[in-house]
Structure formats: structure tokens, C-alpha cells
């Protein structure tokens, strides 16, 4: 049964951050033992350790909430350390937004047609500020 379980309660929650949740006991317990196919007593004793002493501790700790009643697991609401997780699909959507604002960006600059003497008396306000500068 050791070789399924996490060793400590850190481990344990990366587990159960990687999960849909809400999930239930025996949903945790699956994702534990896949794909090893353990017998069925493995199978239990995993579940069982989870269910009287693994997710009520991490409960306690407020890392989850464990409703023992419906066998349920759930992210806790307000973090431990005081730190705000962010699921990884919210980081994917989010990088994806700022590349979309980038690319468009890009796409605004390049496509606007700037005339050479703008662009020469840009450079040469930059040639007199380093002037100026040194």
C-alpha cells in the first residue's frame, strides 16, 4: 500500500490539484493505483487509509474540505500558506490572451504606413537626447 500512497501530505494535494473536483474518495483512490491494477484488498486499504486518516488531516490543515459524509473532496476555498493557486487551464488562457494582444499589437505597428521623414526625426531627437545625455 505504500507504494500508492504519497508519502507526505504535500504529495498528497499535488495529486489532488492534478484531479476535476470536486472527486470523490474512490476517484482519488483510482488515480492513486492506475495504472498498477492492484488487488482488490490493495485497493481498499489505500481507500481506507484515505478515508479515516490522509484526507481528514488534510482537511483539519484546511489544504481541502473532505465531506465525510458524501465521500467528497474539494479544493479548500482560502489557501494554507496565504498564496493564491492558479489551475493551470486559467494560466493557459491567460498566456494566450497576451499573446493574442501582442500579435495584434504587432499587427497594428507594422501596418501603419509611417512616413521616412517621422521616422528620421525620431531618430535624430534620439541622437540628440544621447547628445544631450554625454
Do not use: K
Not at 498564496?83 to 505597428?109: D, E, Y
Request: charged letters at 20%.
Amino acid at each position: 500500500m505504500g507504494e500508492f500512497l504519497p508519502e507526505s501530505n504535500a504529495a498528497l494535494v499535488t495529486v489532488l490539484d492534478e484531479m476535476v473536483m470536486p472527486a470523490t474518495v474512490d476517484e482519488i483512490t483510482d488515480a492513486l493505483v492506475e495504472p498498477a491494477d492492484p488487488p482488490i484488498e490493495t485497493w481498499a486499504a489505500v481507500h481506507e487509509r484515505l478515508y479515516e486518516d490522509r484526507l481528514p488531516a488534510l482537511d483539519a490543515s484546511g489544504a481541502i474540505e473532505f465531506d465525510e459524509t458524501q465521500g467528497l473532496v474539494e479544493r479548500s476555498a482560502t489557501p494554507v500558506d496565504g498564496t493564491h493557486s492558479v489551475s493551470p487551464t486559467v494560466l493557459v488562457a491567460i498566456s494566450i490572451g497576451v499573446l493574442l494582444v501582442v500579435l495584434a499589437f504587432g499587427v497594428v505597428v507594422t501596418s501603419a504606413q509611417i512616413e521616412p521623414q517621422t521616422v528620421r526625426r525620431l531618430f535624430s531627437l534620439g541622437s540628440v537626447t544621447a547628445a544631450a545625455v554625454s
